[in-house]
């Protein structure tokens, strides 16, 4: 099992920047791929941005050049610094750890969620 404590949600204005933190406890060894996800009301949980083991990042087009991605792995931790925030990207936003399980499987666990809200 792993556990997944994420923090630094809030309000911040339009413009305004943004760091979330996840980490990861339990089960940690094996863990591969990290990322982050969000979700705003009505809509369809959505991938933000992902980074491998190896640090490849990927991003949402809707965040490139605005949010970095990164991870700590001696800590568990995978970081979200978002800056340029626009109220489009206001949601809930879930951090996503995978880690490989027996034989082939992969398993996959999410953070409980923190509210990200800009204001205009």
């Known amino acids: 099992q792993v556990q997944l404590v994420e923090s630094g949600g809030g309000l911040v204005q339009a413009g305004g920047s943004l760091r979330l933190s996840c980490a990861a406890s339990?089960?940690?060894?094996?863990?591969?791929?990290m990322g982050w996800y969000r979700q705003a009301p009505g809509k369809q949980r959505e991938l933000v941005a992902t980074i491998t083991s190896g640090g490849s990042t990927n991003y949402a087009d809707s965040v490139k050049g605005r949010f970095t991605i990164s991870r700590d792995n001696a800590k568990n931790t995978v970081y979200l610094q978002m800056n340029s925030l626009k109220p489009e990207d206001t949601a809930v936003y879930y951090c996503?750890?995978?880690?490989?399980?027996?034989?082939?499987?992969?398993?996959?666990?999410w953070g409980q969620g923190t509210q990200v809200t800009v204001s205009s």
């Open positions: 996503r750890v995978d880690r490989r399980g027996s034989g082939w499987s992969v398993l996959g666990y």
């Open positions: 339990g089960s940690t060894f094996s863990i591969n791929a």
